[in-house]
Nanobody, 113 residues
């Protein structure tokens, strides 16, 4: 199983980006789908997650600004990020669990002030 994350880049504070995570396996049956991020010198942290039965959770720091979604037809997970701030700068990873966990390769998001 491969997860291909994309959509990162350099954006000014207040801007938006949409991350994509394309899976080589059908995501319809995935147990949990999520986005994580890791800033320099910090631990990897959960940003947003979505369970098979539709429960969605967000880190407090991104609530109201980020939206996780999925397209089962395209087997793709998304993270819409609005009102970006410099503290959102990190490498963003997608993770999908069917039986085991699978990670994408990470995509860099840099927010300039």
């Amino acid at each position: 199983v491969q997860l291909q994350a994309s959509g990162g880049g350099l954006v000014q504070a207040g801007g938006s980006l949409r991350l994509s995570c394309a899976a080589s396996k059908k995501i319809f049956g995935a147990i949990v789908l999520g986005w994580y991020r890791q800033a320099p010198g910090k631990d990897r942290e959960l940003v947003a997650s979505m369970t098979r039965d539709g429960n969605i959770n967000y880190a407090d720091s991104v609530k109201g600004r980020f939206t996780i979604s999925r397209d089962n037809e395209k087997d793709t997970l998304y993270l819409q990020m609005n009102s970006l701030a410099p503290e959102d700068t990190a490498v963003y990873y997608c993770k999908i669990r069917w039986g085991s966990n699978y990670w994408g390769q990470g995509t860099q998001v840099t927010v300039s002030s």
